[in-house]
C-alpha cells in the first residue's frame, strides 16, 4: 500500500510564507510525475504546480514566481514553498503523485489527505 502524507499547512499572514511536504510512504518502487492541487470555499480544486520525474515544472498562471515546487526523490517527497501569500491562497492543498509500489506492477495515481492553508491578518 502507498499512502501520501502531508504537512506543513496553518494560518500566516498576507505576506508570509509556508513550505509544504508530501512524503510517500509505504512499498514504493518508483515515482513519475508528483504535484500540488488545491480547493478553495466555492470553487473547484485547481492545479497549483507540477514537476516530472526529471525536474521540469509547471505552474499555475495565479501562482508563478511566488511559489516553488520541487522533489527529493531520495526521500520520495515533493515540497510546495509558497511565499508572498495572499487571502486568494486559501484553500485545502493536496498533493499527488503518480506511484509505481512493484516493479512488476504499473503507476497509479495516488493524493495526499489535504492540509488547510489559511491566510488572514
Known amino acids: 500500500q502507498v499512502q501520501l502524507l502531508e504537512s506543513g499547512g496553518g494560518l500566516v499572514q498576507p505576506g508570509g510564507s509556508l513550505n509544504l511536504s508530501c512524503a510517500a510512504a509505504?512499498?514504493?518502487?518508483?515515482?513519475?510525475?508528483m504535484g500540488w492541487y488545491r480547493r478553495a470555499p466555492g470553487k473547484q480544486r485547481e492545479l497549483v504546480a507540477t514537476?516530472?520525474?526529471?525536474?521540469?515544472?509547471n505552474y499555475a498562471n495565479a501562482v508563478k514566481g511566488r511559489f516553488t515546487v520541487s522533489r527529493d526523490n531520495a526521500k520520495n517527497s515533493v515540497y510546495l514553498q509558497m511565499n508572498s501569500l495572499t487571502p486568494e491562497d486559501t484553500a485545502v492543498y493536496y498533493c499527488?503523485?503518480?506511484?509505481?509500489?512493484?516493479?512488476?506492477?504499473?503507476?497509479?495515481?495516488?493524493w495526499g489527505q489535504g492540509t488547510q492553508v489559511t491566510v488572514s491578518s
Open positions: 499527488n503523485a503518480d506511484v509505481r509500489s512493484l516493479r512488476m506492477l504499473g503507476y497509479r495515481t495516488y
Open positions: 509505504g512499498t514504493v518502487f518508483a515515482i513519475n510525475n
Open positions: 514537476i516530472t520525474s526529471g525536474g521540469s515544472t
